[in-house]
């Protein structure tokens, strides 16, 4: 390897060789998932691992302490309205897989839910031999206890769906079956789907993602399904959605995607499809009184009128000619999340400095404006909206904190009011805990918020073991939320917790994430640098004290952090990442982020992804702090390819690091709870550990 060079002023014959221009010692076979050979290198790293920080009373206390948390019956029971019922998929120690159950929604709101078990996927996986894991239930509106069941082998992204009928337990005989791939269905009727598969090998995207839309008739093979249609292998991914109003009314949408934001939308109806008027960067949240709720990701200047990004619209999907009506432009610092029918509402989810509210929207007399009302929710928490049904007027949502356990509230759309049902119970003591907002200078000037929860008493010395964990990408917001994981293995332990909110993500709406699209995305990396520096200059830290975390697009960013201020931190948990910029595009599904990160096919882009990317700017020479890369076998999203290519050229270069591949759960951290927990347990071990604690 050849280290960049140092000096400020180069001629053409004296500028620094690249790692990305060096040919590629990493070896081929490793690139192989599943390979007999790369699967024995992850079996020996995952052992050194183990015996390195799998051991002892630090890893026991924090398995135990996350499988407890993982397991334990003091967990919310999240609804699922379907079939007039309550729903709810459930794992503890008896269900390691899970099962859906359900009770009446006047049982759920009791202390003592009675449920009755409709799928037991631990007794399904026995009876099969299959690693199942659940991944969702689709059911038809006209019939909902008919239900297209996700299932997938292991965790990853690719599924196998079966008709499943809730009321009888029991698969559907001779129903619907689609077979193991990365696919998109939509019920449209009882006995049609509208499914987005890869029909042949041929039919996938250069992201790995189906793009032929055909009509499957019950009965019918898949051969003899008819197309609706195609997109074609640039372009992301193409997938169906059926939308209902709870007035009556069904709109029919097909997706063609661009890239990682952009999309063409058309309307499917009397078997044909027409293109709708609508911006390349908007989604479609939710169908009310046959109009379309639009969310725009970019300006939208028609009919003489511009609507704003981050702006909520009306869209009649009917009209030749778009006139769209304003329901909610933000203001400077808040953002939209999302809309949903509530039979005769709208129920739309907004945050304002990072701090969410839920509010009412019903149509006037006039049947053109809206009135509007504030649900009297919690102040200064983040909400969520759980579960909605476009014919009922009852839905729920979620409020919560970092030191405020996470509250499940009945919401009633037509009288704007809200009921508690139940509160978690605390799951760490917080009474002697605060939370502050702060905010840190970045390179360019901007201000980058951060949350910091601590203890009252820390001194202000930078001794305070701190970890600092951000995202920054695809529009992803990251708001306050209450952890039992990080109460119990951060906070409790006397770590300090830091939640960035850094650009590229989604805090204050599309312009945040904008800013750090493509080759600005090391503004980005700036705001994070930024924040640690603002922890140090507060005295809350130092970088001998100092560990940050994230995962997938934050893994990158990890990357990132690592390489460019090695002398930051003392410990970085790189989890299920994206390394290795140069190649990304070919690499599992890297090809769909092009929008996010731009490709190595544009010159201007291909430099600027090379001075980021955390492989090719691995230097030898350097004092990097050890770091921790996890990724699991089954993720075929980013793939464990990344992070197995990272680790082997640290060992190269005989730098330290540890590595931890779990086989199953695909972009996550495990199929069961006892593999979650496991990983769970490793990065805290990890994390305490460089740190200098041991117990």
Same mark, same amino acid.
């Given at each position: 390897m050849v280290a960049l060079l140092g000096a400020s002023l180069l001629t053409p014959s004296a500028m620094p060789v690249h790692a990305a221009d060096l040919p590629d010692t990493i070896p081929a076979w490793l690139n192989d998932i599943n390979g007999a050979r790369a699967m024995g290198w992850v079996k020996a790293q995952n052992a050194r691992t183990l015996d390195l920080l799998g051991h002892g009373p630090l890893y026991k206390g924090l398995y135990d302490t996350s499988l407890k948390l993982l397991q334990t019956h003091d967990r919310l029971a999240m609804p699922m309205q379907m079939d007039g019922m309550v729903y709810n998929f459930w794992r503890d120690e008896h269900h390691l897989r899970g099962i859906l159950r359900r009770t009446t929604a006047d049982s759920f709101a009791t202390d003592h839910p009675e449920w009755t078990v409709a799928l037991d996927l631990d007794a399904l996986a026995a009876k099969e031999k299959r690693n199942w894991v659940y991944k969702g239930i689709d059911c038809l509106h006209s019939q909902q206890n008919l239900c297209l069941l996700h299932l997938s082998d292991g965790g990853e992204d690719a599924s196998t769906v079966r008709e499943f009928d809730l009321r009888t337990g029991q698969f559907v005989e001779g129903g619907f079956s689609l077979p193991h791939a990365k696919q998109d269905s939509s019920w449209l009727d009882r006995d049609s789907l509208l499914v987005s598969y890869p029909w042949s090998a041929d039919d996938l995207t250069e992201s790995s993602y189906p793009?032929?839309?055909?009509?499957?008739?019950?009965? /019918?093979?898949?051969? /003899? #399904?008819?197309?609706?249609?195609?997109?074609?292998?640039?372009?992301? %991914?193409?997938?169906?959605?059926?939308?209902?109003?709870?007035?009556?009314? /069904?709109?029919?949408?097909?997706? %063609?995607?661009?890239?990682?934001?952009?999309?063409?939308?058309?309307?499917?109806?009397?078997?044909?499809?027409?293109?709708?008027?609508?911006?390349?960067?908007?989604?479609?949240? #939710?169908?009310?009184?046959?109009?379309?709720?639009?969310?725009?990701? %970019?300006?939208?200047?028609?009919?003489?009128?511009?609507?704003t990004k981050g702006s909520l619209v009306l869209v009649d999907p009917a009209a030749?000619?778009?006139?769209?009506q304003l329901l909610l432009a933000p203001t400077a610092g808040q953002v939209i999340e999302g809309a949903s029918t509530s039979r005769g509402h709208l129920i739309v989810t907004l945050y304002d400095n990072v701090r969410g509210k839920i509010v009412i929207y019903t149509p006037a007399a006039n049947g053109t404006d809206f009135t509007h009302r504030d649900l009297p929710l919690p102040q200064n928490m983040s909400v969520d909206l759980i579960s909605t049904d476009e014919d009922s007027p009852f839905a729920y949502a979620t409020s919560s904190g970092f030191l405020t356990p996470t509250t499940l509230w009945e919401i009633n759309s037509d009288l704007a009011s809200v009921q508690k049902i139940r509160t978690l119970p605390a799951q760490f003591d917080a009474s002697d805990m605060t939370v502050e907002q702060h905010e840190a200078r970045s390179k360019d000037g901007t201000d980058i918020p951060y949350f910091i929860v601590h203890r009252k008493t820390m001194p202000l010395d930078g001794t305070n073991p701190t970890l600092l964990y951000a995202y920054g990408g695809f529009e992803v917001p990251l708001f306050p939320f209450y952890s039992a994981g990080i109460g119990n293995n951060w906070l409790a332990r006397g770590g300090v917790y830091v939640l960035a909110n850094i650009r590229g993500g989604g805090e204050f709406g599309p312009a945040w994430h904008d800013a750090g699209l493509k080759t600005n995305r090391q503004r980005i990396y700036d705001d994070f640098a930024a924040v640690a520096k603002d922890l140090m200059e507060r005295k809350v830290t130092s970088p001998q004290h100092l560990a940050i975390q994230g995962g997938s697009n934050g893994g990158l960013l990890m990357g990132v952090e690592f390489t460019q201020h090695p002398d930051y931190w003392k410990a970085v948990d790189i989890e299920v990442p994206l390394l290795d910029m140069m190649n990304y595009e070919h690499m599992s599904a890297g090809a769909s982020w092009v929008g996010e990160y731009g490709?190595?096919?544009?010159? %201007?882009?291909? #430099?600027?992804?090379?001075?980021?990317?955390?492989l090719q700017n691995l230097k030898e020479g350097v004092k990097y702090p050890v770091p921790f890369i996890e990724t699991t076998t089954k993720d075929d999203r980013v793939g464990p390819v990344h992070a197995r290519r990272f680790a082997w050229r640290m060992s190269e270069m005989k730098l330290p690091y540890y590595y931890w591949e779990q086989v199953a759960g695909g972009h996550g951290f495990g199929a069961s709870q006892k593999e979650v927990a496991q990983t769970q347990a490793l990065s805290y071990a990890y994390l305490w550990s460089q740190l200098g604690r041991t117990r």
């Open positions: 793009y032929i839309v055909k009509i499957l008739k019950r009965g /019918q093979s898949l051969d /003899q #399904a008819q197309t609706v249609f195609a997109g074609n292998r640039k372009d992301v %991914e193409v997938g169906p959605e059926v939308l209902h109003d709870g007035a009556g009314h /069904q709109v029919v949408l097909i997706r %063609e995607g661009l890239d990682a934001f952009a999309s063409r939308t058309f309307l499917y109806r009397d078997g044909q499809t027409t293109s709708l008027a609508l911006p390349l960067k908007s989604s479609v949240s #939710a169908l009310f009184n046959a109009r379309l709720v639009v969310l725009l990701d %970019e300006d939208w200047a028609v009919n003489g009128q511009t609507f030749k000619n778009p006139a769209p490709t190595v096919s544009i010159p %201007e882009q291909k #430099a600027f992804l090379r001075s980021i990317s955390p």
